[in-house]
T-cell receptor, first 114, second 114 residues
């Protein structure tokens, strides 16, 4: 059982480039989410989805797009990368509201924007 | 909005020492509270949780008690090991749109030396 799989693990971009961070889960979770982790700030929610075709904004959505065409996949798109988006990105999933907040996390993507 | 405040790290201890990591929260209702742990190079994992006042969550020798009167959820362990070295995150669940979202603190790094 793979759990939550994120790719790539590391990425370096130049300012203005676009890219997609991939996230897939094989646990049939309805709820999926993206967080960014910055030193001294913990994890901040970017976007989340409660099922295929349904997405919503989190705490820091600007500069990011998401879509949820299948239950398994929840890609995060950076439209025009900026140095402020240098961070570690985590995808997380859970059964929607039935497990009292237990999120299953991927191993993260470390992104540097030069 | 809801928020979580953790003690700043890093916390450096010798093996077999007693550990306390402080966590306080601000919430409009009565959220569930969680401790997550992040080992080097990995995503976060749920360590323990408590869903109502005076509940004690415990796992792997770690404990935390939900204190409504002091809005706290301090993490404790009686005798730490080198393998406990990690970053610890306190979190609360916020109910929004029928689903639980997690609000994380900034994290506290623990380093345990032999």
């Amino acid at each position: 059982n793979a759990g939550v799989t994120q790719t790539p693990k590391f990425q370096v971009l130049k300012t203005g480039q676009s890219m997609t961070l991939q996230c897939a889960q094989d646990m049939n979770h309805e709820y999926m989410s993206w967080y960014r982790q910055d030193p001294g700030m913990g994890l901040r929610l970017i976007h989340y989805s409660v099922g295929a075709g349904i997405t919503d904004q989190g705490e820091v959505p600007n500069g990011y797009n998401v879509s949820r065409s299948t239950t398994e996949d929840f890609p995060l798109r950076l439209l025009s990368a900026a140095p402020s988006q240098t961070s570690v990105y985590f995808c997380a999933s859970s059964f929607s509201g039935t497990q009292g907040g237990k999120l299953f996390f991927g191993s993260g993507t470390q992104l540097s924007v030069l | 909005g809801d928020s979580v405040t953790q003690m700043e790290g890093p916390v450096t201890l010798s093996e077999e020492a007693f550990l306390t990591i402080n966590c306080t929260y601000t919430a409009t209702g009565y959220p569930s509270l969680f401790w997550y742990v992040q080992y080097p190079g990995e995503g976060l994992q749920l360590l323990l949780k408590a869903t109502k006042a005076d509940d004690k969550g415990s796992n792997k020798g770690f404990e935390a008690t939900y204190r409504k009167e002091t809005t706290s959820f301090h993490l404790e362990k009686g005798s730490v090991q080198v393998s406990d070295s990690a970053v610890y995150f306190c979190a609360l669940s916020e109910r929004a749109g029928g689903y639980n979202k997690l609000i994380f603190g900034a994290g506290t790094r623990l380093a345990v030396h032999p």
